[in-house]
């Protein structure tokens, strides 16, 4: 139904459709036509050949060990950004806004930038190869720039705010008199963190992991810096067929089987987390 | 948590206890003994320290200096997961994602206890508290009153020896408030079990305690059973909190055994009982209740004027002004009006004298 109200809606809805709803369905066309290798022609057509391709271990192992990377970073930012934010959230005042700033500054400077210092940080001869030398790890090993171990950093360092804050959201609304009558009925700290804390902060947990995997995922910049294009993410994989190869066709089917897997991953995780709402 | 009570000591017993925050005492040195088995209530004004001596027992926090035993055993060093004392929070604290069963079976899986008697206890403790058929509910599709009576079931399910209630009706509408304490009273009753309850309500304490202990600024200002803190309070202030009290500066014009004669000015002069250690020519204060203050009644009588009318239900409360004396009165039956000059008084024998109201050092 039109109200006046909701031509405000209008420049929202042209502006998405013109650059986001129109790319979208090209991707989705290319995805089903094939290219010509010769003369880089496309011919359209509705052929799954190029999602059949996906599965060729040429590429799915490559895909996999991205993905295996994502998950690993997630996991990463997850162990270190929790207890993060569990001390934020018991602190008060000018403190924990301190630290909520400094959580967040870091999205002030350009991310390409701070990639870059990053190389500086961990290439061959930086300040990390040589503290690593000093505790005696890695002396004259090759250094950890350009492996796989480089990008996690990577995107351990970029995506860290946003697992802390949602965390830190969760964790900060938990009633801090439920853990003390945890401790009252007979829980020590461990066991109220694992029956109190852990299950209050799941929504936190979800919303975090969902933030930092999903876009790390699709990562493109962190692995083609960090990387130096030796470790590929599927982000990569896919801007490759399309910038180096000039495959579209099988590059948009890349993407679009890409984002097909992380809606589903989304629409599981939502689910579950309305069950966990419930409780909360 | 066994109720194995081998000691014979009280159930609590606070010794020279203190609690420092920083440059304020929250606790200023208490000494209490609790009876096992007693329904003891700790009343006093915010800030008095009443929750603060809840949460020494407890485990949540730790005295300053003095010591803390339960049933004998000190609790020093001992935290609070491994105390043999439970709390019922005046926030209720009942964990939103576990449901009521699970809620009260909180403690019973940290013991370790077979489902089966976990089923078993929790069931016969629902029961207890009126509350069955509910278990699956999340505490959040509760009424307060349920929630606090799930509350109560969770800390009684693990036996503990003493059971800690701070303000736990505070958030309920009177007439919750009051068909909880009936069912508080019944509880105590059934399990036997030692009842510390903090309240700043002296109604709710007098109707359902053994004792009461009233706090002030951190120091016990009497403890005793409610009839006695009542019709013998040993100060003004504890006169003012319990009931409420027309406060009369008097001088101690004469003593005998057991009665003070007091001169009140223009008020005039009568005998009435007393605490004991007031001296000849002391300024002292006659405490006399609002309800004994009746129109044209009582061998102590005034001249006054009605200044304000208020109807409470069964009674009115009056505030007659005499002189520069405000006292107020509570009467049934015939009220005289506004601003009407009226002959009050009180017998002698009613009112109580004490020393002279002083202010409390600061804390």
């Given at each position: 139904?039109?109200?006046?109200r909701s031509i405000l809606v209008v420049p929202t809805v042209v502006w998405a459709g013109i650059f986001f709803f129109i790319p979208l369905g090209l991707l989705v066309f290319y995805s089903f036509g094939q290219i010509d290798i010769f003369t880089f022609d496309v011919t359209w057509g509705w052929t799954f050949e190029n999602y059949q391709r996906i599965i060729d271990p040429l590429y799915f192992k490559p895909i996999m060990r991205g993905v295996g990377i994502s998950l690993l970073a997630t996991a990463l930012c997850l162990v270190i950004g929790f207890p993060v934010a569990l001390w934020m959230s018991r602190l008060g005042g000018l403190a924990q806004s301190l630290l909520l700033v400094a959580v967040m500054v870091p999205f002030w400077a350009s991310f390409v930038v701070r990639t870059y210092a990053l190389v500086n940080l961990l290439s061959d001869g930086g300040p990390v190869a040589d503290a690593l030398k000093v505790i005696g790890i890695?002396?004259?090993?090759?250094?950890?720039?350009?492996?796989?171990?480089?990008?996690?950093?990577?995107?351990?360092?970029?995506?860290?705010?946003?697992?802390?804050?949602?965390?830190?959201?969760?964790?900060?609304?938990?009633?801090?008199?439920?853990?003390?009558?945890?401790?009252?009925?007979?829980?020590?700290?461990?066991?109220?963190?694992?029956?109190?804390?852990?299950?209050?902060?799941?929504?936190?947990?979800?919303?975090?992991?969902?933030?930092?995997?999903?876009?790390?995922?699709?990562?493109?910049?962190?692995?083609?810096?960090?990387?130096?294009?030796?470790?590929?993410?599927?982000?990569?994989?896919?801007?490759?067929?399309?910038?180096?190869?000039?495959?579209?066709?099988?590059?948009?089917?890349?993407?679009?089987?890409?984002?097909?897997?992380?809606?589903?991953?989304?629409?599981?995780?939502?689910?579950?987390?309305?069950?966990?709402?419930?409780?909360? | 948590?066994?109720?194995?009570?081998?000691?014979?000591?009280?159930?609590?017993?606070?010794?020279?206890?203190?609690?420092?925050?920083?440059?304020?005492?929250?606790?200023?040195?208490?000494?209490?003994?609790?009876?096992?088995?007693?329904?003891?209530?700790?009343?006093?004004?915010?800030?008095?320290?009443?929750?603060?001596?809840?949460?020494?027992?407890?485990?949540?926090?730790?005295?300053?200096?003095?010591?803390?035993?339960?049933?004998?055993?000190?609790?020093?060093?001992?935290?609070?997961?491994?105390?043999?004392?439970?709390?019922?929070?005046?926030?209720?604290?009942?964990?939103?994602?576990?449901?009521?069963?699970?809620?009260?079976?909180?403690?019973?899986?940290?013991?370790?206890?077979?489902?089966?008697?976990?089923?078993?206890?929790?069931?016969?403790?629902?029961?207890?508290?009126?509350?069955?058929?509910?278990?699956?509910?999340?505490?959040?599709?509760?009424?307060?009153?349920?929630?606090?009576?799930?509350?109560?079931?969770?800390?009684?399910?693990?036996?503990?020896?003493?059971?800690?209630?701070?303000?736990?009706?505070?958030?309920?509408?009177?007439?919750?408030?009051?068909?909880?304490?009936?069912?508080?009273?019944?509880?105590?009753?059934?399990?036997?079990?030692?009842?510390?309850?903090?309240?700043?309500?002296?109604?709710?304490?007098?109707?359902?305690?053994?004792?009461?202990?009233?706090?002030?600024?951190?120091?016990?200002?009497?403890?005793?059973?409610?009839?006695?803190?009542?019709?013998?309070?040993?100060?003004?202030?504890?006169?003012?909190?319990?009931?409420?009290?027309?406060?009369?500066?008097?001088?101690?014009?004469?003593?005998?055994?057991?009665?003070?004669?007091?001169?009140?000015?223009?008020?005039?002069?009568?005998?009435?009982?007393?605490?004991?250690?007031?001296?000849?020519?002391?300024?002292?204060?006659?405490?006399?209740?609002?309800?004994?203050?009746?129109?044209?009644?009582?061998?102590?009588?005034?001249?006054?004027?009605?200044?304000?009318?208020?109807?409470?239900?069964?009674?009115?409360?009056?505030?007659?002004?005499?002189?520069?004396?405000?006292?107020?009165?509570?009467?049934?039956?015939?009220?005289?009006?506004?601003?009407?000059?009226?002959?009050?008084?009180?017998?002698?024998?009613?009112?109580?004298?004490?020393?002279?109201?002083?202010?409390?050092?600061?804390?």
């Amino acid at each position: 139904m039109i109200t006046r109200r909701s031509i405000l809606v209008v420049p929202t809805v042209v502006w998405a459709g013109i650059f986001f709803f129109i790319p979208l369905g090209l991707l989705v066309f290319y995805s089903f036509g094939q290219i010509d290798i010769f003369t880089f022609d496309v011919t359209w057509g509705w052929t799954f050949e190029n999602y059949q391709r996906i599965i060729d271990p040429l590429y799915f192992k490559p895909i996999m060990r991205g993905v295996g990377i994502s998950l690993l970073a997630t996991a990463l930012c997850l162990v270190i950004g929790f207890p993060v934010a569990l001390w934020m959230s018991r602190l008060g005042g000018l403190a924990q806004s301190l630290l909520l700033v400094a959580v967040m500054v870091p999205f002030w400077a350009s991310f390409v930038v701070r990639t870059y210092a990053l190389v500086n940080l961990l290439s061959d001869g930086g300040p990390v190869a040589d503290a690593l030398k000093v505790i005696g790890i890695g002396g004259g090993a090759p250094g950890i720039m350009y492996t796989p171990f480089a990008v996690a950093i990577g995107i351990v360092y970029s995506y860290l705010p946003l697992m802390i804050l949602p965390l830190f959201v969760a964790l900060e609304r938990i009633n801090p008199s439920l853990l003390q009558a945890s401790a009252d009925l007979g829980a020590s700290s461990f066991r109220s963190f694992r029956r109190v804390t852990l299950p209050l902060a799941a929504p936190g947990i979800v919303a975090g992991c969902v933030l930092v995997g999903i876009p790390a995922t699709g990562e493109y910049v962190i692995p083609a810096i960090l990387g130096g294009g030796k470790t590929l993410l599927v982000g990569n994989v896919i801007a490759d067929q399309f910038l180096e190869l000039g495959d579209y066709p099988f590059g948009s089917a890349l993407a679009v089987a890409l984002m097909l897997a992380l809606m589903a991953v989304l629409v599981v995780v939502r689910s579950r987390l309305r069950n966990t709402e419930d409780v909360a | 948590m066994e109720n194995d009570v081998t000691d014979h000591g009280p159930a609590v017993r606070l010794s020279g206890v203190k609690r420092q925050f920083g440059d304020a005492y929250a606790l200023r040195g208490i000494d209490l003994e609790i009876a096992d088995g007693e329904f003891f209530s700790l009343i006093g004004p915010s800030g008095c320290g009443k929750t603060t001596t809840l949460r020494l027992i407890s485990g949540l926090d730790n005295p300053t200096t003095g010591s803390v035993e339960v049933h004998g055993q000190p609790m020093m060093g001992v935290p609070a997961h491994k105390r043999p004392v439970t709390t019922v929070f005046q926030s209720y604290a009942l964990f939103p994602h576990l449901d009521v069963y699970e809620n009260v079976a909180f403690g019973l899986r940290e013991r370790k206890v077979p489902n089966e008697q976990v089923r078993e206890k929790v069931s016969t403790m629902l029961e207890l508290v009126n509350l069955t058929g509910r278990n699956t509910a999340r505490p959040r599709e509760l009424s307060g009153g349920q929630q606090q009576r799930i509350a109560l079931a969770r800390s009684l399910v693990l036996d503990p020896e003493v059971l800690l209630l701070d303000e736990p009706l505070g958030a309920l509408d009177l007439r919750l408030r009051k068909q909880l304490q009936g069912l508080l009273k019944t509880v105590q009753r059934e399990v036997g079990v030692t009842f510390i309850y903090v309240t700043h309500d002296q109604e709710e304490a007098f109707s359902m305690s053994d004792r009461v202990a009233v706090l002030r600024e951190g120091l016990i200002e009497q403890v005793g059973r409610p009839r006695e803190i009542y019709a013998e309070p040993q100060t003004a202030f504890v006169a003012d909190f319990v009931g409420g009290a027309n406060q009369i500066p008097v001088t101690i014009v004469n003593v005998t055994a057991g009665s003070y004669r007091v001169d009140a000015g223009r008020l005039g002069s009568w005998t009435s009982p007393g605490i004991s250690g007031l001296q000849l020519g002391q300024k002292a204060t006659a405490i006399i209740r609002p309800e004994t203050v009746q129109v044209g009644g009582g061998d102590v009588s005034v001249e006054g004027r009605v200044t304000d009318l208020s109807f409470v239900g069964p009674v009115m409360n009056l505030a007659v002004a005499c002189g520069e004396l405000e006292i107020r009165s509570m009467i049934s039956g015939r009220t005289p009006q506004p601003e009407e000059a009226t002959k009050f008084g009180w017998d002698a024998a009613d009112s109580w004298i004490v020393a002279a109201a002083v202010e409390a050092e600061p804390a």
